[in-house]
């Protein structure tokens, strides 16, 4: 029998499949570089779900090994993280790569480089995103990013209005403030629900705001068990129910 807060979920979701919607969900996993035992398992269980996952790769400390790694894998899409992950805000701010510190034409060099670096490295699987590194950047920048070549920009929470596409996630599974753990699962499902709530709500103003999709966020290098745990269940509850849609990364910026 499921636990509460997953049968909140199904019941939420049986409505929109009875209203004949459908909600197009994704998943965004943050930082890899490398292959690592980590990375295995998340590519082994979305395989075993068959959900499609954005991979955030930062240019600068990738290269042939995690290329090699992915390649083959039809449901994984490769979108740039910053470029060295590296922060450069002073220790009274928030931690931010692509923030106003240093001069625009650095930052622009740099996400132009990294964009180039992972299209020639991930031909089949490249998707011109860019996904800031910590979920800042400095909204100057937002007008240069399609001279780059970035066609999206993803970052964290609801999504505000924008003339970029921005494709955002919205419910983390990480606790960073408190135990860099998994948070409750019936939080991170409640998250999930409010956004639910959100796009399929009956006032379609709000829902346009709000924009059409719900974004999970996950970084497989730092899961623990509980983490693990609950995308298991939320892959199993969702892949197949018929009001959710797992999307690909070209899915996303089209």
């Known amino acids: 029998m499921r636990q509460p807060h997953w049968q909140q979920l199904a019941v939420a979701l049986d409505r929109v499949a009875a209203s004949g919607r459908q909600v197009d969900f994704w998943l965004r996993d943050d930082d890899a570089a490398e292959p690592t035992a980590a990375l295995d398992r998340l590519l082994s269980l979305v395989d075993k779900h068959l959900i499609p996952v954005v991979i955030a790769v930062p240019p600068a400390l990738t290269g042939e090994a995690l290329a090699r790694r992915l390649d083959g894998h039809a449901g994984v899409s490769v979108a740039v993280h910053g470029w060295a992950h590296r922060n450069h805000a002073p220790p009274e701010e928030k931690k931010q790569e692509l923030g106003a510190h240093r001069p625009r034409s650095t930052v622009l060099d740099e996400l132009t480089?990294?964009?180039?670096?992972?299209?020639?490295l991930f031909p089949r699987s490249f998707v011109p995103m860019l996904v800031p590194p910590w979920n800042r950047i400095d909204g100057?920048?937002?007008?240069?990013?399609?001279?780059?070549?970035?066609?999206?920009?993803?970052?964290?929470?609801?999504?505000?209005?924008?003339?970029?596409?921005?494709?955002n996630t919205h419910a983390d599974v990480m606790d960073w403030q408190g135990t860099r753990g998994c948070r409750e699962h019936a939080a991170i499902v409640a998250d999930i629900i409010a956004r639910l709530r959100q796009i399929c709500g009956d006032d379609e103003k709000r829902r346009d705001q709000a924009g059409r999709t719900i974004g999970v966020l996950t970084h497989h290098l730092v899961h623990d068990a509980g983490v693990w745990s609950f995308m298991e269940e939320l892959f199993t509850l969702t892949a197949a129910h018929p009001a959710c849609r797992w999307r690909t990364g070209a899915d996303l910026i089209a």
Do not use: M
């Open 113 to 120: 480089e990294g964009y180039a670096r992972l299209q020639a």
């Open 140 to 167: 100057a920048l937002l007008d240069d990013l399609p001279g780059v070549g970035f066609a999206a920009l993803s970052v964290f929470g609801p999504e505000k209005p924008s003339l970029f596409k921005l494709v």
